[in-house]
């Protein structure tokens, strides 16, 4: 089977699911990002993100309660599955990992 | 709630499931930008939204959020990029055809929006109405915007009706430009005064400064924002400091109280400051006031249920109750309708700007008709090779939904492509059309513009797409499949039909461009009675008589002067009217026009003496003397009017010539009878006729002798024939861009034409090969193939040359004075459109009929 790849965009998503956790659905999830990013994200980007996240297995999405306020529609409420943990930390892991391998001297001399 | 056609568009492309998920997402996003930022911009992320989450599906999306609309969509825009690659010739066909035609709309709708939008920024627009007067006179009714000045006070206290007014005086054109000066830096500026409702009624924004000061005190003065910026740097500085006007009436110190924004480019009053009214009254003399003057100009702010037939009622007999001599009626009319309904007969609005607003919105939409016409002709001519692709989809079940949609999809994509390349020409004529129409119009971005544009799109695409997609949506699966495609007599017809469509459109065009140029042509070549050639004139408003007399000394003496005559009138527009002339055996009062001259004047207009003789400088006793062109005489039927006495006002006065006939009025009128009197002392404007050659150097002495003078009053001269032709320059815009119309209106048909000879004749390959071993000549050959297409030119001229003669003949005769409409421009208009269209055709032709047979036989 293909390795499965997490992108960079796809990886924001996906964090902020974790983060959000229990009340994570388009919105909050759109408003967090462009809190964090500083830039305006489009609903349609996010939804194909999580589309995608969620055919790699790596969020779960499940219909949410039925609130008076909206007349009773549906609600997809997301959440990070077990794969999804291990998927961003497997990315960090070879993140850390490259960073570590960075030669010190070379850090120094271009922060000086 | 949010707005529906973007719900609409989210369902139609979103699966069931995903869709209310996106639509809570969205609602709720909704109304939170609802709270914080308001309606339009809550409204437009929504839409910005919509449009993201579908561009996502169909470029990215898989199959469990999106719909089979998605893919269709999708299979749709590949299937027409594929066969605009394939059919290369008539994609560009289509695409410069429309893209021109296109920009020729974008462009008109952009001048007609700026026309329609006159004068409705004012907030009250729709209650805001004009009092005008009819005046019944010999010659019919005359209507005119003057009023007394006490109306507007009158309709406010005495018609409950009114609910605010506001009276202004409009310096005349007749007076000459005014100039407001700070120390010796001096500016025309155009002047209003206006009483204290003025910024109640309309809404022109303050920006410094207190209006009340300006109406409390008679030394004030309000300037505009650029005006301010002229003279002082900066509105700031402005501010308190004294400023001079000088004018026909005034030679006065003003205090700057406030400073306005410029006035709006479509608003019909134009003005760079603003006095109080009661000075200009005061500075006048006891008749101001009087009922029977008409000098200001009244606005009055109506209820919200006031009905508009039954104020004019109430107010039709209001001067006759002040003043029971008056022969002058009321009534009110729109505001916002005064600009483009400027023009009355018999006392009611006729018509005016309107005419040329529908006569371009009409050429617009015909010029975007014969744009759409290429691409249906072109795409149901094509059919016959898409027919297996038809016959597959029907066979599998496509539905004819399913095909309307496909070539809608179609056209769409085209008019898009189009309409991206029309902007780009548009943005790159913008320029060029501005200087014709002499206005500064420019594309803005926003909301009404991109509306605009889209619904331009959406329709020009239904518009071209819509009959062939009927048309080929109905063929028969079985049929198709065949290769077989029988057209019906019906449908060659309405090709043809369309066809003859587009070249009597053409034809139309093409004499109109042709009589509108002869007859500007006439106009500015034709004998005036007067000679205009190397004529100046100049302003002498703030002169005093002694100053004046000096100057004229002064330019008689200078080598390059021959003639030098005063004038408070001129020959291009600007004169007086008066009934007020009384003589033996007067049965019906006549409206003269009055022209009041200086001695000089006649001659220096070269205008011809028939009887009697001109004004003499010699003899000072001619002050108070008149003479009349030929037509007065006749009217008054005087016999032997040399030496008789006619009553000016009361005032007896002696005729001692008469003139010939001179054009005065514009070519749509015939020539009134007219009355020049004389007087002496200082007159508003100094003609001078300048010896050929030597203009730069008389001007320039010329305009030192008035400064010299006038101590730094400056300088503003124009030429008499520039003068008179910029009376007609609405004819000579009509004329250029009647020019450039119709050479794209016969463009896109040529074009059109192009391709369905090229269709045509690949389509007839074989039998042209065959014919040609056979033994047929070039010549037969291309008789062959142009046959069919000479014979829809000669209908098109059969339906275009009556319905453009008809046409002509009613521009025609709203001049009093025009060319014949002679056969020979009907001739030449269709020998023209033949001989274009043989050309466009015989291209084609002869490049087959000279091929070599073999080519076209070898194939199978």
């Known amino acids: 089977m293909k390795k499965l790849t997490l992108g960079a965009f796809e990886e924001l998503v996906l964090l902020t699911t974790g983060v959000l956790q229990d009340n994570a659905y388009g919105v909050t999830i759109k408003q967090e990002l462009e809190k964090e990013l500083k830039k305006k994200i489009s609903l349609g980007a996010l939804y194909a993100a999580l589309q995608r996240l969620e055919e790699k297995g790596w969020v779960s999405s499940r219909i949410g309660g039925i609130t008076e306020k909206k007349g009773g529609r549906r609600k997809q409420y997301f959440d990070i599955t077990k794969e999804g943990i291990s998927a961003l930390n497997e990315v960090r892991e070879m993140r850390n990992e490259l960073f570590n391998r960075l030669p010190e001297t070379k850090i120094n001399w271009l922060k000086s | 709630m949010p707005p529906r056609l973007a719900t609409w568009l989210l369902e139609s492309f979103c699966s069931y499931d995903f869709l209310s998920t996106a639509k809570w997402d969205l609602e709720e996003l909704y109304l939170e930008n609802l709270e914080s930022k308001g309606k339009t911009r809550a409204s437009l992320v929504y839409y910005q939204e919509v449009f993201g989450i579908i561009i996502h599906l169909f470029f990215k999306g898989k199959s469990q959020y999106s719909i089979n609309t998605t893919a269709m969509l999708k299979h749709n825009i590949l299937i027409s990029l594929r066969s605009f690659k394939r059919f290369k010739s008539t994609f560009i066909i289509n695409l410069v055809g429309l893209a021109s035609g296109l920009a020729c709309a974008l462009l008109i709708f952009l ?5 329609v939008s006159m004068d409705t920024f004012h907030e009250n627009d729709e209650r805001l109405y004009q009092i005008m007067q009819n005046a019944e006179t010999a010659t019919g009714v005359m209507t005119f915007p003057w009023t007394p000045l006490l109306v507007g006070p009158t309709l406010i206290e005495r018609f409950p009706e009114v609910e605010n007014a506001t009276t202004m005086y409009v310096p005349d054109v007749d007076e000459g430009d005014s100039y407001l000066g700070y120390e010796s830096n001096f500016f025309i500026s155009k002047e209003l005064w206006v009483d204290k409702n003025f910024f109640e009624l309309l809404n022109f924004p303050i920006l410094l400064g207190n209006p009340h000061q300006l109406f409390d005190q008679l030394n004030s003065v309000m300037i505009s924002e650029g005006m301010a910026l002229k003279l002082f740097g900066s509105i700031e500085n402005a501010m308190g400091k004294t400023v001079k006007l000088q004018n026909y009436d005034f030679n006065k110190e003003f205090v700057v109280s406030g400073i306005f924004k410029d006035v709006p480019s479509n608003s019909s ?4 400051a603003l006095y109080n009214l009661q000075a200009y009254v005061n500075a006048q003399g006891e008749y101001f006031p009087n009922w029977t003057s008409n ?22 007999g209001l001067t006759e109750e002040y003043a029971p001599n008056a022969m002058s009626k009321l009534f009110a009319q ?7 309904h400027g023009i009355y007969s018999e006392g009611k609005p006729v018509g005016g700007r309107i005419a040329y607003v529908r006569l371009f919105s009409a050429v617009a939409i015909v010029i975007l008709i014969i744009a759409c016409i290429n691409f249906m002709n072109l795409s149901t001519a094509k059919a016959n090779t898409r027919l297996k692709e038809l016959g597959v989809k029907k066979a599998l079940g496509a539905q004819r939904k399913t095909l309307i949609a496909q070539y809608i999809t179609e056209a769409l994509l085209l008019t898009t492509f189009a309409s991206l390349l029309g902007l780009l020409l548009a943005l790159t004529c913008l320029p060029l059309f501005n200087n014709i129409i002499g206005k500064n119009l420019s594309f803005e971005l926003n909301l009404n513009m991109i509306f605009g544009f889209v619904s331009l799109i959406l329709i020009t695409s239904f518009l071209a797409g819509s009959y062939p997609s009927l048309y080929l949506s109905r063929l028969k699966t079985i049929a198709s499949l065949k290769g077989k495609i029988i057209g019906s007599f019906g449908d060659i017809w309405a090709r043809k039909g369309l066809v003859i469509f587009q070249f009597s459109i053409s034809i139309i065009l093409i004499v109109s461009v042709f009589i509108v140029s002869n007859q500007i042509e006439y106009i500015q070549t034709k004998n005036l009675g007067y000679n205009r050639d190397n004529v100046m004139s100049f302003q002498t408003n703030t002169l005093g008589d002694n100053e004046f007399d000096n100057l004229i000394n002064e330019l008689e003496r200078l080598p390059g002067v021959m003639q030098v005559g005063p004038a408070d009138h001129d020959l291009t527009g600007n004169r007086g009217r008066t009934s007020g002339v009384n003589w033996p055996g007067r049965q019906d009062r006549i409206a003269f026009l009055n022209l009041e001259v200086g001695l000089g004047f006649i001659e220096t207009m070269g205008i011809e003496i028939l009887e009697g003789r001109s004004f003499s400088r010699e003899l000072k006793t001619d002050i108070g003397k008149v003479i009349f062109n030929e037509t007065a005489i006749k009217q008054m039927g005087l016999k032997d009017p040399i030496g008789k006495t006619v009553q000016v006002w009361g005032n007896e006065r002696q005729i001692i010539g008469i003139v010939k006939d001179f054009h005065i009025d514009s070519f749509y009128e015939q020539i009134n009878p007219t009355m020049i009197n004389v007087y002496d002392g200082m007159m508003s404007k100094i003609f001078v006729k300048v010896k050929s050659g030597t203009e730069l150097q008389t001007i320039n002495q010329i305009e030192e002798a008035y400064e010299e ?33 119709a050479f794209i209106a016969i463009l896109i048909s040529c074009l059109g034409l192009f391709g369905l000879t090229a269709f045509n004749a690949e389509r007839r390959i074989k039998e042209i090969g065959i014919r040609k071993v056979l033994g047929a000549g070039i010549g037969n050959i291309v008789f062959l193939l142009s046959s069919d297409f000479s014979k829809m030119i000669l209908m098109a001229l059969v339906i275009g040359l009556p319905s453009s003669y008809f046409i002509a003949q009613e521009w025609i005769s709203s001049f009093a004075f025009a060319i014949n409409l002679s056969p020979v421009y009907f001739i030449l208009a269709g020998m023209s459109l033949l001989v274009i269209a043989w050309l466009t055709v015989s291209f084609q032709t002869i490049k087959v009929a000279n091929q070599n047979p073999v080519d076209s036989l070898r194939m199978e």
């Open chain 2, 709 to 741: 003078i006038s101590e730094g009053a400056p300088f503003n001269f124009s030429f008499v024939d520039s003068d008179y032709q910029a009376i007609y320059e609405a004819e000579k815009q009509v004329a250029s861009l009647s020019k450039s119309f």
């Open chain 2, 269 to 272: 009053l134009q003005f760079e």
């Open chain 2, 111 to 115: 001048w007609v929006a700026e026309e």
């Open chain 2, 295 to 316: 000098n200001t100009i009244t606005y009055a702010l109506l209820n919200q249920d006031a009905d508009l037939e039954a104020f004019n009622k109430n107010i039709h």
């Open chain 2, 334 to 340: 729109p505001f916002t309708e005064r600009y483009l």
